[in-house]
């Protein structure tokens, strides 16, 4: 017998029938069979719940054997315990060199399952149509592919360490690239909060420059209309005396106190004109209230039946006089006005419209509120519900508030830029020719959703163009 039918027939010796592998804690039954002391438990535990599986109180069938042992006879077997630890320990009987199904050398390798195979296995109808050669064979040849895969692999890894070296490097560059223009930002923000703290202290000198000379010109006109009042008074006074005289006492010096009144001559002070001259104009302000543009078009479901709307993108009326068909609610009845289609209960809008207007132009135009009336005629104020602007007969812009200086104008403006930030409570107009700003509503909040308001005061008035759409109120 040579050694490896030696080591074979060791490691049966050590192989426990039922988990098939080496010994653990081996006892002997009464019958002289050996197994692992667990798997016997569990064996016969597995029988006892069996009906007829115990054919004697306390005995149990042997499972090779089948013969009756007493389950408390079972003696502990020391010397294959050395037995089953020499096995395991064996260099010929290593787990990964025999066939787990039939315990024989694993010697062929099957290249259909790429796995290895025993003698036993290699007859068998699993493996008998495959291609099977020696391990050596096999060995030698998937030698030489793994080398090649490795060198493959080398290659690919190197590729990978560059392209990580490089990564790592882009990485780097573009963080100092970012850093640079996150300073670059920095920068240029600074040097225009720079500029428009220049041009604000310009402004605010230009105001207080105005300022200071009007005010000048009111003292000097006060301090003059003040000496005349004096002067009057002491005219006043002599004439005043005489009524209390005698006639004969008042009668004296009579043509000389006449006289002072003839030979007095009253010139007033003109009237100083108080209209600002100093714009409010912040530099790149219109640019930045572009970004949140939008693109506002009137609803001619609510426009005043004689107000025309026409859409040049798509080259038709979008409204027609209505004459005796219903009006519906959402109907200006009042006024030749219109809404956008948009309404706004949260954050900041801002659109522009275009105006040709004519010399006695009316229109207003802002926001207002979705349920303001539209059936009567009320003032389009605040407390009612319109945050608007207008300009009647082309000369006076006018807030609708009861401010007592509204804002006149040298011109009426041809574009006006009108933003919205619903959250801070502000509908804010600029004139779009100079960038300008016009006048500012602010109130604490919104008490419900706004929607954009425009109005044509009567026929003839001229144009108004919003996005691509034009109003005019037919005459």
């Known amino acids: ?72 006879n079972l003696r502990p077997n020391r010397l294959l315990t050395k037995v089953a630890e020499m096995a395991r320990r064996h260099p010929a009987l290593q787990s990964r060199d025999l066939c787990r199904v039939h315990q024989e050398l694993l010697k062929l390798f099957c290249e259909d399952d790429q796995s290895p195979i025993c003698v036993v296995c290699r007859e068998s109808r699993e493996h008998r149509p495959h291609r099977v050669v020696p391990i050596e064979e096999a060995v030698q040849e998937y030698k030489l592919k793994l080398e090649a895969d490795m060198g493959y692999l080398r290659e690919e890894m190197m590729k990978t360490g560059k392209l990580q070296a490089r990564e790592k490097q882009t ?23 720079l500029l428009l703290l220049e041009k604000e202290q310009c402004l605010l000198q230009a105001l207080k420059q105005e300022e200071d000379e009007v005010v000048a010109r009111l003292r000097e006109s006060t301090a003059t209309l003040e000496r005349r009042s004096h002067a009057l008074e002491r005219l006043l006074l002599p004439l005043e005396d005489r009524d209390e005289h005698t006639p004969l006492q008042m009668l004296q010096d ?120 539209r059936r009567d005629r009320v003032p389009k104020s605040p407390e009612n519900g319109f945050w608007v602007v207008q300009l009647c007969k082309g000369k006076k812009y006018l807030p609708v508030t009861s401010a007592p200086a509204p804002v006149t104008l040298a011109e009426p403006p041809s574009h006006v830029g009108v933003f919205l930030d619903f959250e801070a409570g502000d509908v804010s107009f600029y004139n779009l020719k100079d960038g300008s700003h016009l006048h500012t509503y602010t109130q604490p909040e919104f008490s419900g959703p706004l929607q954009p308001f425009f109005c044509l005061g009567a026929p003839k008035s001229g144009q108004m163009v919003v996005s691509t759409v034009t109003l005019w109120v037919k005459g």
Request: glycine fraction near 6%; hydrophobic fraction near 35%; include cysteine.
């Open 1 to 72: 017998m040579d050694a490896l039918e030696l080591a074979r027939k060791l490691q049966e010796e050590a192989t426990c029938s039922i988990c098939l592998d080496y010994f653990t804690d081996p006892v002997m039954t009464a019958c002289g069979h050996n197994f692992c002391r667990e798997c016997i438990r569990l064996t016969w535990e597995k029988a006892k719940g069996r009906k007829g599986g115990r054919k004697r109180r306390g005995s149990f069938p042997c499972p090779e054997c089948r013969e009756l042992s007493p389950q408390r």
């Open 171 to 193: 990485v780097a560059e573009w963080q100092v690239k970012v850093n640079e223009h996150k300073q670059r930002i920095l920068l240029e923000f600074e040097k225009m909060g």
């Open 254 to 373: 009579m043509k000389e106190l006449l006289s002072r009144k003839n030979s007095l001559s009253i010139q007033y002070p003109e009237a100083t004109p108080t209209v600002l001259r100093t714009v409010c104009r912040v530099p790149g302000q219109i640019e930045v209230l572009k970004s949140f543009q939008e693109d506002v078009v009137p609803d001619p479901t609510t426009a005043y039946p004689y107000l025309l709307l026409y859409e040049s993108r798509l080259r038709r009326y979008l409204t027609a006089p209505l004459e005796g068909v219903p009006h519906s609610k959402d109907r200006f009845l009042a006024y030749p006005c219109a809404v956008g289609r948009e309404t706004f209960s949260a954050g900041r809008h801002y659109w522009e419209v275009g105006m040709n207007l004519t010399g006695d132009a009316l229109w207003a135009l802002g926001v207002c509120r979705d349920n303001v009336n």
